[in-house]
């Protein structure tokens, strides 16, 4: 078994390698630089994590389907996305982009996850919510693992409920929230030119100009670089205020100098 994931933050990392490490599997990033359709031929069953955003799944999770969907061609499939809440159908969504692959669905769910959104009023993180979220999805996640074992099947969302709500998060096509977001960064005169966003950015969206950070319409929605930001000078599609940043996991999926890149006392 092989578990792929994006993770704009370390959540849905988390998942794919908590449960790569139940079901005997090894995770790996869709940001690395690796044959993946050489590593898909030779496995029966692949896992997908990835966070829903507005129970959809990422632009870089899909445009990375359509460039290796061969290598789904024929398999067991395990869906788990991660979720601050509510998605309706947002492990469905991931089904409908291979569906035409001949895929044998043995588990799709979503697992609650802390929010990465630092800049919306209410639901900014707190430690004790990040602790309390890990511990319920460590024990969901164990839990998952030992019905996959037991081969029983479950699928969350697949039901017309499930459609129905994730439809209202999702009124207008994939394509057309793409357009309508490629340009959602926006970086203030805060910025002190570090170059850690246009570093580890994974739509390689970001480069620094002359005038400064520089966006070229690539944005996937990650929230990496507005809760990576030491000067909370980038925001995306809500351009308010950066409040308490979500930095538990993010190092961990940094492409290299993780703990040192990022303040010491906000990573692990
Ligand atoms: C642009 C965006 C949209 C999101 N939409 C939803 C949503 O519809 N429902 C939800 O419960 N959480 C939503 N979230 C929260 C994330 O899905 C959640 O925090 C996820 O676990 C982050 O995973 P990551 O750390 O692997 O990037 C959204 C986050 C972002 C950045
Ligand atoms: S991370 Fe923040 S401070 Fe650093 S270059 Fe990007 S916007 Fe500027
Ligand atoms: S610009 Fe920021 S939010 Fe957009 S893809 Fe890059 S790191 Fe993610």
């Given at each position: 078994?092989?578990?792929?994931?994006?993770?704009?933050?370390?959540?849905?990392?988390?998942?794919?390698?908590?449960m790569?490490?139940?079901?005997?599997?090894?995770?790996?990033?869709?940001?690395?630089?690796?044959?993946?359709?050489?590593?898909?031929?030779?496995?029966?069953?692949?896992l997908?994590?990835?966070?829903?955003?507005?129970?959809?799944?990422?632009?870089?999770?899909?445009?990375?389907v359509?460039?290796?969907?061969?290598?789904?061609?024929?398999?067991?499939?395990?869906?788990?996305?991660?979720?601050?809440?509510?998605?309706?159908?947002?492990?469905k969504?991931?089904?409908?982009?291979?569906?035409?692959?001949?895929v044998?669905?043995?588990?799709?769910?979503?697992?609650?996850?802390?929010?990465?959104?630092?800049?919306?009023?209410?639901?900014?993180?707190?430690?004790?919510?990040?602790?309390?979220?890990?511990?319920?999805?460590?024990?969901?996640?164990?839990?998952?693992?030992?019905r996959?074992q037991?081969g029983?099947?479950?699928?969350k969302?697949?039901?017309?409920?499930?459609?129905?709500?994730?439809r209202?998060?999702?009124?207008?096509?994939?394509?057309?929230?793409?357009?309508?977001?490629?340009?959602?960064?926006?970086?203030?005169?805060?910025?002190?030119?570090?170059?850690?966003?246009?570093?580890h950015?994974?739509?390689?969206?970001?480069?620094?100009?002359a005038?400064?950070?520089?966006?070229?319409?690539?944005?996937?929605?990650?929230?990496?670089?507005?809760?990576?930001?030491?000067?909370?000078?980038?925001t995306?599609?809500?351009?308010?205020?950066?409040?308490?940043?979500?930095?538990?996991?993010?190092?961990?999926?940094?492409?290299?100098?993780?703990?040192?890149?990022?303040?010491?006392?906000?990573?692990?």
């Amino acid at each position: 078994m092989i578990a792929l994931y994006f993770s704009g933050t370390g959540n849905s990392k988390f998942v794919a390698e908590t449960m790569a490490d139940h079901l005997g599997g090894v995770a790996y990033s869709i940001e690395a630089a690796m044959d993946f359709d050489a590593l898909m031929v030779q496995t029966d069953t692949i896992l997908v994590s990835y966070p829903v955003y507005a129970s959809r799944v990422p632009k870089i999770m899909r445009d990375f389907v359509t460039a290796h969907r061969n290598g789904f061609r024929n398999k067991k499939l395990i869906i788990l996305c991660t979720q601050m809440m509510y998605s309706g159908d947002g492990a469905k969504a991931f089904y409908h982009l291979v569906a035409d692959c001949n895929v044998d669905v043995r588990y799709a769910d979503h697992i609650n996850m802390p929010n990465n959104i630092p800049n919306i009023p209410m639901v900014t993180i707190k430690d004790s919510e990040y602790h309390r979220k890990l511990r319920l999805a460590a024990r969901k996640l164990k839990t998952i693992a030992d019905r996959i074992q037991k081969g029983q099947k479950f699928l969350k969302g697949w039901g017309v409920l499930g459609s129905a709500l994730g439809r209202v998060q999702r009124p207008i096509p994939d394509a057309q929230y793409d357009a309508k977001h490629v340009d959602a960064f926006l970086v203030s005169e805060d910025c002190i030119r570090c170059g850690l966003c246009v570093k580890h950015c994974p739509a390689k969206n970001l480069s620094m100009e002359a005038e400064g950070v520089t966006s070229h319409h690539r944005c996937t929605l990650c929230f990496r670089c507005v809760n990576l930001c030491p000067a909370k000078a980038c925001t995306v599609m809500l351009h308010k205020p950066v409040r308490r940043q979500y930095r538990k996991l993010l190092p961990t999926v940094m492409s290299s100098n993780a703990g040192s890149d990022i303040q010491k006392e906000d990573s692990l």
